[in-house]
């Protein structure tokens, strides 16, 4: 059985590429299923920020082929866990749900993988420091939540 994981954050080209490649990078895709998507429709077919591919590089990951794409309700029937990177786009998911099932496979990235209450920061605006900030956060973070992941 395959467990199916959404990253989710607002452009899909920073956080949650990162996470989808972080996350995929740890695991066999027959057990784990990754992807990443956005709730906002601003970056549709575009790759990833050129910052985030940048540092998945460094650390041996290959992000350059995602395009990112915008969340939909769909979403929620073909993916088990869907992971928000902080509180605004964790909100937005939740309105989306249909049902109480749906709202259930949403949480924070941290929070679910127990690291810590809060948000992974959106970098966008800083410089390479904050994607380096970001990357380690989130590595951290698919560390510890794996386990629970896995069937």
């Known amino acids: 059985m395959q467990v199916r994981v959404l990253m989710v954050c607002l452009g899909n080209i920073c956080r949650s590429p990162l996470a989808e490649g972080i996350l995929a990078s740890k695991t066999d895709p027959g057990h784990i299923v990754v992807d990443s998507a956005g709730t906002a429709g601003y970056h549709i077919g575009n790759p990833p920020d050129p910052r985030s591919v940048a540092v998945a590089a460094l650390h041996g990951i290959d992000i350059s082929a995602q395009r990112c794409r915008r969340f939909t309700v769909s979403d929620f029937d073909r993916f088990d866990y869907i992971f928000a990177m902080d509180l605004e786009n964790l909100r937005h998911l939740r309105q989306l749900a249909r049902n109480p099932s749906d709202r259930a496979k949403t949480a924070l990235l941290l929070e679910a993988s127990g690291i810590r209450e809060g948000e992974v920061p959106d970098p966008y605006y800083g410089g390479e420091e904050g994607f380096e900030a970001v ?10 939540l794996l386990p629970a992941l896995l069937p």
Not at 135 to 144: E, K, L, N, P
Request: glycine letters at 0%; charged letters at 40%.
């Open 135 to 144: 990357f380690r956060m989130i590595d951290q973070a698919c560390d510890r």
